[in-house]
Nanobody, 124 residues
Framework: QVQLVESGGGSVQAGGSLRLSCAAS????????MGWFRQAPGMERDGVAA???????YYANSAKGRFTISQDNAKKMLYLQMNSLKPEDSAMYYC??????????????????WGQGTQVTVSS
């Protein structure tokens, strides 16, 4: 079992920045990918960014150049630095953990463990 707890969400104006954090606990040695997903009301849960155990990173087109995913394996922490935020970035953001390799690790169905989410609201 893996437990994930997100923090760092909040309300910012367009153009601002936020840093999301995710604390992992439990059997974290089993994790192959960690990812950030987001879900706006009435919308599907979309992948934002993912990072593999070895450090390779993957980004959705909407996140490229603005968001940076990183991890601190010693602290069992995952981060998402979000810059140049736009109103369309407003959503609940979830941290997730996948146990198997994948060609493109930004699909929600590939992830087994999820956090409870942290809300990000960007005003214009």
């Amino acid at each position: 079992q893996v437990q994930l707890v997100e923090s760092g969400g909040g309300s910012v104006q367009a153009g601002g920045s936020l840093r999301l954090s995710c604390a992992a606990s439990g059997y974290t040695n089993s994790i192959y990918y960690m990812g950030w997903f987001r879900q706006a009301p009435g919308m599907e849960r979309d992948g934002v960014a993912a990072i593999a155990r070895g450090g390779s990173t993957y980004y959705a087109n909407s996140a490229k150049g603005r968001f940076t995913i990183s991890q601190d394996n010693a602290k069992k922490m995952l981060y998402l630095q979000m810059n140049s935020l736009k109103p369309e970035d407003s959503a609940m953001y979830y941290c997730a953990a996948a146990l198997q390799s994948a060609w493109w690790p930004l699909t929600a169905s590939q992830y087994k463990y999820w956090g409870q989410g942290t809300q990000v609201t960007v005003s214009s």
